[in-house]
């Protein structure tokens, strides 16, 4: 019996098309027409089938069924990467380690450090910029410009926590003339640029801290001496041009670049990218040092007074920076970016600043003792936070 049959014809009272046909074809039989014997009240159009777009081709090597296992990688075409990402890791979480033990080297052979030349920072810096530059895209840069409000609260932080901070530890602690003006000096100086390597350690917004920094900067020009003048009572002198020029050489220039490279040559930032924790690890290391090992002596006869005062002066900013920014309402990840701009200073300028335009050379030592323990706390912070990613993404 077989297992399919012709059914019989339905009966029916209307009017059937004659000499009507259904045409089919498809790739694997050829045209056939088959007659239409059923009953249509209504002619329904046929369209042809819309236009298909070929599917992308799918490489071989990524081909294969669902219940066997996934082929193997070639063997060291990723390990030697992944061994330097690993590595560039470990380095970024033991920043501390690295800066203090610099730093104890500066101060007991100086010798060691002495040989950084002027040159050999700002290409140090420079290529550690280059670095955190590759991080970013112009998306990136153009998004911190949309915060005016993260913008306006760094600022106004950075030249109002760290001056008044500095003038009340010198009076609470009753330094001597020159260590007191000194502080002062140093809490009225813009954000390092040391600050924008922690924040990329720190994995917070290094756009924002890139434009804090340039803001704080370029206004140093009038806001350094105004306020060194009202609260240390002496005059402090700026070249405007050239800290224009040294902050678009170290910062501004090299982060563009690096973004610049992100953009459009993706694949070439891939390749060099783990190397950048090196670098950048590496050169905060050997500047501190170098800071140290120039002033060692006198930071040796200072004593504890003047190494506890700037203890105090960055921890109040890093503080109060990351207090106030919250209070106002500001994202974690951006409020940890101002409290990492407000508690590190450009010290390097206060060390110049300190020489050119005051009488006493000890005027410099806590500008100088302000470069290690800024480091050290943005280390500390980076470590911290670089192992606490902010787990919201605004509030």
Partial sequence: MPLLRRLPPVPTTTATLSHQHVHLATPHNPLRTIPSSLPLRTR??????????????????????????????????????????????????????????????????????????????????????????????????????????????????????????????????????????????????????????????????????????????????????????????????????????????????????GALLNQYFNPLVELVSPLMPFIAVATVAVLCGNAIAQNASSILASGLQVVLSVCCLHASGFFFGFVLSRTLGIDIASSRTISIEVGMQNSVLGVVLAGKHFGSPLTAVPCAVSSVCHSVYGSIVAGIWRSMPPNDKGE
């Fill in 44 to 257: 329904l159009p046929i369209r042809p089938a819309p236009s298909i777009r070929p599917l992308r081709a799918i490489p071989s090597s990524r081909c294969y069924a669902a219940g066997d296992p996934a082929p193997s990688p070639v063997p060291g075409s990723g390990s030697a990467r992944a061994a330097l990402v690993r590595i560039g890791e470990a380095l970024s979480l033991g920043f501390p380690v690295w800066v203090a033990s610099a730093c104890a080297l500066a101060l007991w052979r100086p010798a060691t450090f002495l040989w950084v030349s002027p040159t050999t920072q700002m290409i140090g810096l420079s290529f550690t910029m280059l670095g955190m530059g590759m991080t970013l895209t112009l998306d990136d840069l153009r998004g911190a410009l949309l915060m005016p409000k993260e913008l306006a609260a760094g600022f106004v932080l950075q030249y109002s926590v760290m001056p008044l901070s500095g003038y009340f530890i010198s009076k609470l602690l009753n330094l001597p003339s020159h260590y007191a003006a000194g502080l002062i000096l140093v809490s009225c100086c813009p954000g390092g640029t040391a600050s924008n390597i922690v924040t990329y350690l720190a994995r917070a917004n290094v756009a924002l801290s890139v434009l804090m920094t340039a803001a704080s900067t370029f206004a140093a020009a009038f806001m350094t001496p105004l306020l060194a003048s009202k609260l240390a009572g002496q005059y402090v002198a700026v070249d405007p041009m050239g800290l224009f020029v040294s902050t678009s050489q170290v910062v501004l220039a090299p982060v563009l670049l």
